[in-house]
């Protein structure tokens, strides 16, 4: 069965304090893995894409790399403003929309 | 820059009740996906539309029913409610032709209460 596993559940740093998020996934052939924002109420907002084992995206502090089993979100010096919940989905090969999401890391960054 | 709109935003609603919610795409995108979040839990993926046909199919229950229109706005209909539909509704909206980017741009969701 197709399943993502993120960790931590939630995860508090100081303001600068850099650290790193998991996403641990199963598929059936992986068309992609995706990294989602989401603040509270509000819709996920989409960060990255990753195709395949070895890359490596990144978006001011943020940065994301795969792995054939796993992909890290590493956060460097982070601001209050990047508290939010972390959303790792992934995406089976074949004909499919479906986008398989973790639960997420909920993210707590204080000043 | 225009977003996905998505109507009620709040909808309270008794058991065995009907609800419609309502999505309207970014202009020119020509896909439609509807997820399910319950509380503290992850988006479900219930179903999606291309150019006003179903393209796929989720963990979507028998009473619930959805369509895209001729001007892309989708709606996606609910019947019979259990207080287990409780949850937050996204749509979310897309271009085909970027579909394998994960790039979906959601809307910020209608929070059905059911009592």
């Known amino acids: 069965e197709d399943q993502v596993t993120q960790s931590p559940e939630a995860l508090r740093l100081q303001e600068g304090e850099s650290s790193s998020l998991n996403c641990s996934y199963t598929?059936?052939?992986?068309?992609?893995l995706f990294w989602y924002r989401q603040d509270p109420g509000k819709g996920p907002e989409f960060l990255f894409t990753l195709y395949s084992a070895g890359e490596e995206k990144e978006k001011e502090r943020l940065k994301a790399t795969l792995t054939k089993k796993e992909s890290f979100l590493h956060i460097t010096a982070p601001k209050p403003e990047d508290s939010a919940t972390y959303l790792c989905a992934v995406q089976a090969s074949g004909n499919t929309d479906k986008l398989i999401f973790g639960t997420g890391t909920r993210l707590q960054v204080f000043p | 820059a225009a977003g996905v709109i998505q109507s009620p935003r709040h909808l309270i609603k008794e058991k065995r009740e009907t609800a419609t919610l309502k999505c309207y795409p970014i202009?020119?995108?020509?896909?439609v996906y509807w997820y399910q979040q319950g509380p503290g839990q992850d988006p479900q993926f219930l179903i999606s539309f291309y150019e006003k046909m179903q393209s796929d199919k989720g963990s979507i229950p028998d009473r619930f029913s959805a369509q895209q229109f001729s001007d892309y706005h989708s709606e996606l209909n609910m019947s019979s409610l259990e207080l287990g539909d409780s949850a937050l509704y996204f749509c979310?909206?897309?271009?085909?032709?970027?579909?394998?980017?994960?790039?979906?741009?959601f809307g910020e969701g209608s929070r059905l209460t059911v009592l």
């Open positions: 598929v059936s052939g992986l068309r992609g």
């Open positions: 979310a909206s897309s271009l085909e032709g970027r579909r394998n980017t994960g790039e979906l741009f």
């Open positions: 202009p020119r995108h020509d896909t």
